[in-house]
């Protein structure tokens, strides 16, 4: 399994001071995953060259980042990851976030924010879904909160597998640590030759409500494809430009 920075890019113009760091590499199997179907356009293109961890501290140090997220692939699995969110925490005083992670590795020290993706409270559905255990990610889910990172949870809605029951004992889980903590529930956007479908407007609002009983701040939405594309051709958060190495 290939681990390795590939990219870092800069939102918005010029000058903007939120960077990502990428790398590449998973640890699950999710079925389904957007990211392992070839040309859909998600994660590194077989051109996409690995960059070294000095050389992603240098690019942050010359941009002077304000914020920095970590993108993966799964970025927890990265080694060097602590190292850049060092730097980043203590020399460039930025704000360091988690962007997106399945949770399966500790939240280093060092990191203020992070988004945990909960696959599935129910360890055998998470087998079945990413071929792990979930009680890692549960763990290092409490773990985190402990220390004082500022959490986020999320998980995708998929019929027949992560249904709206799944969904509600993910949010009483979190409720459990604390109710104000953020939830947003994605709706599967379905990839070629996996024979899952997307859920409909009703199995969405039923899954929303079904985390409203425990969370106070629950979000989620109905996403295809074309709607994602054009969503991010109009929202400044999605515009980003890769930081070449000189």
Do not use: W
């Not at 590449?24 to 690995?50: L, Q, T, W």
């Not at 640590?177 to 859920?199: E, K, N, Q, S, W």
């Not at 594309?229 to 958060?237: C, E, L, Q, R, T």
């Amino acid at each position: 399994m290939a681990v390795a920075f590939y990219k870092v890019t800069m939102n918005g113009n010029e000058g903007h001071e939120k960077m990502c760091v990428y790398n590449k590499g998973c640890n699950f199997r999710c079925m389904g995953c957007a990211y392992k179907v070839p040309n859909a356009g998600i994660g590194p293109s077989d051109s996409e060259r690995e960059i070294g961890t000095q050389q992603v501290i240098e690019l942050l140090r010359k941009k002077g980042a304000r914020r920095v997220h970590f993108i993966g692939g799964e970025p927890l699995i990265n080694a060097d990851l602590a190292r850049i969110a060092e730097f980043a925490h203590e020399e460039l005083e930025a704000t360091t976030v988690i962007g997106h992670s399945n949770g399966s590795k500790r939240v280093p020290d060092f990191i203020d924010e992070a988004t945990i993706s909960i696959k599935a409270v129910d360890d055998v559905v998470h087998k079945a879904y990413t071929g792990v255990s979930n009680r890692q990610v549960l763990a290092n889910f409490k773990d985190a909160y402990e220390r004082g990172v500022k959490m986020k949870a999320s998980t995708v809605l998929i019929p027949g597998i992560i249904t709206p029951e799944e969904v509600e004992g993910i949010a009483v889980f979190i409720s459990e640590l604390d109710r104000r903590i953020p939830f947003h529930i994605t709706a599967y956007m379905p990839v070629p030759d996996v024979g899952l479908r997307a859920p409909s407007d009703g199995e969405m609002g039923a899954a929303v409500l079904a985390a409203k009983r425990h969370l106070s701040n629950v979000s989620g939405y109905m996403l295809d494809a074309k709607t994602f594309s054009v969503m991010k051709g109009k929202d400044p958060a999605f515009r980003s430009h890769k930081i070449d190495l000189e």
